[in-house]
């Protein structure tokens, strides 16, 4: 490998300021309330915050419409807060990654407003968004939004749509204006001269759409064009990465990750070149798209579960081609996606703590930098709302209300199993500090409902305990930052594994070691055979003793010993 960047061998731990901590009670986190924590962060033992968006916002997507980058949302505080936030994070060798949402604005950004503030078309901010006439009476083209319905929205004023690949209230920004960029890149030189150390970038690869705006190949059934495979990876954008790169990017030694919706293994070694002319590395989706709905329509609402076998191809295929040539992002789970242990391990009082290590030591042991979604590292699992008005998130409620309303496509019973298992509200129930009646997060009802297995699930809980799943996670990153094959070691599946419907078996090696980790990806036990040399160290376990290799369920091991180069598995 070539020279080792100190990203390559972190940890990051992200936090999701809404639902962390609530210092002032009103229900809703806030920036004193993560200060108030960092001691907890810091005893994790990770590298990196990064947070999602904390600035000034219309809050229709949890801080993704942003209406002044250079503020910061009211609720969680305000500059003197986030300074004082990002100075003590520094004392305590915390770093500090921020959001930076810039495929789109809030449609109360100045710039917006601006552009829609005239009817003459030809004032300078018009062309910061992308605004086209009517065909036909109609939408420009067939791009439907990832929010539902279409992606084109009609200002009457002057007569023509504009774009939003997510909410109507989420403009998308117009990248081919070299204004746009010139704004953006002035915006992040003043972060950086705050003294953050990176940006993960949000739909970073929307950013350029296709020339023309053609119409998206429309599965059969389907309502719209699908606008994320159009507008993913188009014409311009490592172009416009590559001048952020020299405009900004290159003068820190920062963190950088590109959320590349649509991205292939051959596009993020663009992104995310070890050159260092993009990017750090990018979250790739295609490892949690594996288990959507088999009607295309339906997308990402379904209750599957994915298979060891389509699973593990998936990430040994990432694991495999990015090797040598970019950096990998590993994570389970975010603000987007259920809770680990819920869709991908067991999240019955019987498994949990088994599977939830099996799945992090599964992950933290590949290569590439692991993210911690808050409230992971205690084993928090999906939020179990039985009925609509439980939830807040407008992606579940506008898909619930065109499936099952407007559509007539699924049952009301179905979606809401749908969304038990796929809502993005899974993640964002407020974490979980104790057993109280707002589990610590407040003193009064909070934004979104707290999951009702706090009163056993929670940080106190989790500290008192050796074995809990905190201390785990606590090892796991100790032991990437001191054994250099987890970062740099090559990675193989052990020969025969790739067929194994229930144990994933992988090794990482480097000139001098060799790290060996068998998992048992089911409720079941099952028995294999393994060369496992008998000088070997047990790193890492999740059951209190070891007997034979008959996996228990949900087992995991790691076993060190020396490379002797010829030895098979
Ligand atoms: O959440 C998704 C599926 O449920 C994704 O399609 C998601 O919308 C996509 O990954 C982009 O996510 C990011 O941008 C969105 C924002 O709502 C998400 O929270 C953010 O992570 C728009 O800014």
Same mark, same amino acid.
């Given at each position: 490998?070539?020279?080792?960047?100190?990203?390559?061998?972190?940890?990051?731990?992200?936090v999701?300021?809404?639902?962390?901590?609530?210092?002032?009670?009103?229900g809703?986190?806030?920036? &004193?309330?993560?200060?108030?924590?960092?001691?907890?962060?810091?005893?994790?033992? #990770?590298?990196v915050? *990064?947070?999602?968006?904390?600035?000034?916002?219309?809050?229709?997507?949890?801080?993704?419409?942003?209406?002044?980058?250079?503020?910061?949302?009211?609720?969680?505080?305000?500059m003197?807060?986030?300074?004082?936030?990002?100075?003590?994070?520094?004392?305590?060798?915390?770093?500090?990654?921020?959001?930076?949402?810039?495929?789109?604005?809030?449609?109360?950004?100045? *710039?917006?407003?601006?552009?829609?503030?005239?009817?003459?078309?030809?004032?300078?901010? &018009?062309?910061?968004?992308?605004?086209?006439?009517?065909?036909?009476?109609?939408?420009?083209?067939?791009?439907?939004?990832?929010?539902?319905?279409? @992606? *084109?929205?009609?200002?009457e004023?002057?007569?023509?749509?504009?774009?939003?690949?997510?909410?109507?209230?989420?403009?998308?920004?117009?990248?081919?204006?070299?204004?746009?960029?010139?704004?953006?890149?002035?915006?992040?030189?003043? *972060?950086?001269?705050?003294?953050?150390?990176?940006?993960?970038?949000?739909?970073?690869?929307?950013?350029?759409?296709?020339?023309?705006?053609?119409?998206?190949?429309?599965?059969?059934?389907?309502l719209?064009?699908?606008?994320?495979?159009?507008?993913?990876?188009?014409?311009? #954008?490592?172009?416009?990465?590559t001048?952020?790169?020299?405009?900004?990017?290159?003068?820190?030694?920062?963190?950088?990750?590109?959320?590349?919706?649509?991205?292939?293994?051959?596009? =993020?070694?663009?992104?995310?070149?070890?050159?260092g002319?993009?990017?750090?590395?990018?979250?790739?989706?295609?490892?949690?798209?594996?288990?959507?709905?088999?009607?295309?329509?339906?997308?990402?609402?379904?209750?599957?579960?994915?298979?060891?076998?389509?699973?593990?191809?998936?990430?040994v295929?990432?694991?495999?081609?990015?090797?040598?040539?970019?950096?990998n992002?590993?994570?389970?789970?975010?603000?987007?996606?259920?809770? =680990?242990?819920?869709?991908?391990?067991?999240?019955?009082?019987?498994?949990?703590?088994?599977?939830?290590?099996?799945?992090?030591?599964?992950?933290?042991?590949?290569?590439?930098?692991?993210?911690?979604?808050?409230?992971?590292?205690?084993?928090?699992?999906?939020?179990?709302?039985?009925?609509m008005?439980?939830?807040?998130?407008?992606?579940?409620?506008? @898909?619930?209300?065109?499936?099952?309303?407007?559509?007539?496509?699924?049952? =009301?019973?179905v979606?809401?199993?749908?969304?038990?298992?796929?809502?993005?509200d899974?993640?964002r129930?407020?974490?979980?500090?104790?057993?109280?009646?707002?589990?610590?997060?407040?003193?009064?009802?909070?934004?979104?409902?707290?999951?009702a297995?706090?009163?056993?699930?929670?940080?106190?809980?989790?500290?008192?305990?050796?074995?809990?799943?905190?201390?785990?996670?606590?090892?796991?990153?100790?032991?990437?930052?001191?054994?250099?094959?987890?970062?740099?070691?090559?990675?193989?599946?052990?020969?025969?594994?790739?067929?194994?419907?229930?144990?994933? @078996?992988?090794t990482?090696?480097?000139?001098?070691?060799?790290?060996?980790?068998? =998992?048992?990806?089911t409720?079941?036990?099952?028995?294999?055979?393994?060369?496992?040399?008998?000088?070997?160290?047990?790193?890492?376990?999740?059951?209190?003793?070891?007997?034979?290799?008959?996996? &228990?369920?949900?087992?995991?091991?790691?076993?060190?010993?020396?490379?002797?180069?010829?030895?098979?598995?």
């Amino acid at each position: 490998m070539a020279k080792e960047m100190w990203w390559q061998n972190a940890v990051v731990y992200q936090v999701y300021p809404k639902s962390f901590q609530d210092s002032d009670n009103d229900g809703i986190g806030d920036l &004193r309330g993560i200060i108030n924590r960092l001691d907890y962060i810091k005893q994790l033992g #990770v590298d990196v915050i *990064w947070l999602n968006p904390i600035y000034k916002t219309s809050n229709i997507d949890g801080g993704y419409d942003i209406s002044d980058y250079q503020k910061i949302n009211p609720t969680f505080g305000n500059m003197t807060d986030f300074e004082e936030l990002l100075d003590k994070s520094h004392q305590k060798g915390l770093k500090i990654m921020m959001d930076l949402v810039v495929n789109h604005s809030s449609f109360e950004h100045e *710039w917006f407003q601006k552009s829609i503030q005239d009817d003459s078309k030809d004032n300078k901010y &018009r062309d910061y968004y992308i605004w086209r006439d009517p065909v036909d009476g109609h939408e420009p083209n067939n791009w439907g939004s990832f929010f539902s319905g279409p @992606a *084109w929205t009609y200002d009457e004023k002057s007569g023509q749509y504009y774009l939003h690949l997510f909410a109507k209230e989420q403009p998308d920004l117009n990248w081919d204006n070299e204004a746009v960029r010139n704004s953006i890149f002035d915006m992040m030189n003043w *972060w950086a001269a705050k003294g953050i150390d990176g940006f993960r970038m949000d739909v970073i690869s929307l950013i350029s759409k296709p020339d023309g705006l053609p119409n998206a190949p429309i599965t059969e059934g389907a309502l719209y064009g699908n606008s994320g495979d159009a507008a993913a990876n188009g014409p311009h #954008v490592h172009d416009y990465l590559t001048e952020m790169n020299k405009q900004v990017l290159q003068k820190h030694d920062w963190i950088t990750v590109g959320e590349t919706a649509g991205v292939t293994t051959s596009e =993020a070694k663009k992104y995310a070149n070890l050159d260092g002319t993009e990017l750090n590395m990018v979250f790739q989706f295609e490892h949690v798209g594996l288990d959507g709905n088999q009607n295309p329509t339906l997308g990402k609402w379904s209750d599957k579960h994915v298979s060891l076998l389509a699973l593990r191809s998936n990430l040994v295929k990432w694991q495999k081609a990015l090797a040598g040539k970019a950096w990998n992002s590993l994570y389970w789970n975010n603000h987007d996606q259920p809770r =680990a242990i819920s869709r991908f391990g067991n999240d019955s009082p019987e498994y949990r703590l088994v599977s939830g290590k099996m799945l992090a030591a599964l992950l933290h042991f590949m290569q590439g930098t692991p993210y911690i979604y808050q409230g992971e590292e205690i084993g928090m699992t999906n939020a179990n709302f039985q009925t609509m008005d439980q939830y807040q998130d407008l992606e579940s409620i506008n @898909a619930y209300h065109e499936l099952v309303e407007q559509e007539h496509l699924i049952s =009301a019973d179905v979606m809401m199993n749908y969304l038990r298992a796929r809502s993005r509200d899974n993640a964002r129930t407020p974490m979980q500090w104790d057993s109280t009646t707002y589990a610590g997060f407040s003193d009064v009802t909070p934004w979104l409902e707290v999951n009702a297995n706090h009163e056993s699930i929670n940080v106190d809980a989790a500290l008192k305990d050796k074995e809990s799943l905190f201390y785990f996670y606590q090892r796991l990153i100790t032991l990437r930052h001191e054994l250099p094959v987890i970062t740099d070691g090559t990675f193989d599946l052990v020969t025969g594994n790739e067929k194994d419907e229930a144990v994933f @078996a992988y090794t990482r090696k480097n000139d001098k070691e060799v790290l060996l980790v068998i =998992a048992n990806f089911t409720a079941q036990s099952v028995s294999r055979a393994y060369n496992i040399p008998k000088d070997s160290k047990l790193l890492i376990q999740n059951y209190p003793d070891v007997t034979s290799l008959a996996l &228990r369920p949900y087992e995991i091991r790691a076993y060190l010993f020396s490379n002797r180069d010829n030895e098979s598995m």
